[in-house]
Nanobody, 123 residues
Framework: VQLQASGGGLVQAGGSLRLSCAAS????????LGWFRQAPGKEREFVGR????????YYADSVKGRFTISRDNAKNMVYLQMNSLKPEDTAVYYC?????????????????WGQGTQVTVSS
């Protein structure tokens, strides 16, 4: 599976952005899709994940209630809707694909990664 994230940009605090992750390959629907982010000088961290069917989603506490992940398996697309953005959400955002797992926060369980898209939130 090859992934390509897009949709990043500069937004003011309180604003919204929607990131997209386009996947290639006919096995897209076999994988859970995760979003991670890495802020300058910090380690990459888990943001959220959606199950293969899209019926289950999981979020980091820091984004819960503000971010929503969805997917369209017919289009091989995953989305990260980000609302009420804060300056601390500034980071490079990555989408990643991996098999079903209960350890969905662990990067090592995602063999496929997109290239990342920059999100900058100004105060």
């Amino acid at each position: 599976v090859q992934l390509q994230a897009s949709g990043g940009g500069l937004v003011q605090a309180g604003g919204s952005l929607r990131l997209s992750c386009a996947a290639s390959g006919r096995t897209f629907s076999l994988y859970g899709l995760g979003w991670f982010r890495q802020a300058p000088g910090k380690e990459r961290e888990f943001v959220g994940r959606i199950s293969r069917s899209g019926s289950s989603t999981y979020y980091a506490d820091s984004v819960k209630g503000r971010f929503t992940i969805s997917r369209d398996n017919a289009k091989n697309m995953v989305y990260l809707q980000m609302n009420s953005l804060k300056p601390e959400d500034t980071a490079v955002y990555y989408c990643a694909a991996g098999p079903s797992t209960t350890d969905y926060r662990k990067e090592l369980l995602y063999p496929y990664w997109g290239q990342g898209t920059q999100v900058t939130v100004s105060s």
